[in-house]
T-cell receptor, first 111, second 115 residues
Framework: DTGVSQNPRHKITKRGQNVTFRCDPI?????LYWYRQTLGQGPEFLTY????????KSRLLSDRFSAERPKGSFSTLEIQRTEQGDSAMYLC?????????FGPGTRLTVT | AQTVTQSQPEMSVQEAETVTLSCTYD???????LFWYKQPPSRQMILVIR??????QNATENRFSVNFQKAAKSFSLKISDSQLGDAAMYFC????????????FGEGTQLTVNP
């Protein structure tokens, strides 16, 4: 299977802890996106990379959030000092141009 | 700012019947793309179909087709011969014509398929 993969699939953490998620895009896709989805809602855009360059960040991406794509391949999303409001599904998608292909997501629960 | 609206939170259809899911959008752009995504329970988002705004012909993918009305800013999805596996949350999404543009999603429509 050469789809988008995300790890871990589930993460439970205590408030105040830091967490990091990983996304491996489809190998030939140079564009990579992070979205956040809360229960019953559509995904909301967080940030976008083209190769290793982070080209766009949403206002939703507070100072506690940081994303990287150091070699233009996989990407990481880190949340520092987690809060209960960070509990959500974090989705990664990759794209060769138009149309994005999503991974299975990482479900974060902050207790 | 672009917005996407799905006015049907829930829809149901009998197996083998046809159902249409509605979507409207608002944009001042002339070049853009529209998509329908399917998200089964606890499973990942799947791209069902896409439509380029500059194309007048409605997109079709097997049992899935769209009715794209550009002037009305309407983009509905028709599912023919519904199957139990079609049951899912369906999201309408928009992106501008700029390569790499983010997706803006609607609120979703939960589709139930009754046997």
């Amino acid at each position: 299977d050469t789809g988008v993969s995300q790890n871990p699939r589930h993460k439970i953490t205590k408030r105040g802890q830091n967490v990091t998620f990983r996304c491996d895009p489809i190998s030939e896709h140079n564009r990579l996106y992070w979205y956040r989805q809360t229960l019953g809602q559509g995904p909301e855009f967080l940030t976008y990379f083209q190769n290793e360059a982070q080209l766009e960040k949403s206002r939703l991406l507070s100072d506690r959030f940081s994303a990287e794509r150091p070699k233009g391949s996989f990407s990481t999303l880190e949340i520092q000092r987690t809060e209960q409001g960070d509990s959500a599904m974090y989705l990664c998608a990759s794209s060769p141009g138009h149309g994005q292909y999503f991974g299975p997501g990482t479900r974060l629960t902050v207790t | 700012a672009q917005t996407v609206t799905q006015s049907q939170p829930e829809m149901s259809v009998q197996e083998a019947e046809t159902v249409t899911l509605s979507c409207t959008y608002d944009t001042s752009e002339s070049d853009y793309y529209l998509f329908w995504y399917k998200q089964p329970p606890s499973r990942q988002m799947i791209l069902v179909i896409r439509q380029e705004a500059y194309k007048q012909q409605n997109a079709t993918e097997n049992r899935f087709s769209v009715n794209f009305q550009k002037a009305a800013k309407s983009f509905s999805l028709k599912i023919s011969d519904s199957q139990l596996g079609d049951a899912a949350m369906y999201f309408c999404a928009y992106s501008t014509g700029t390569s790499g543009s983010r997706l803006t999603f609607g609120e979703g429509t939960q589709l139930t398929v009754n046997p």
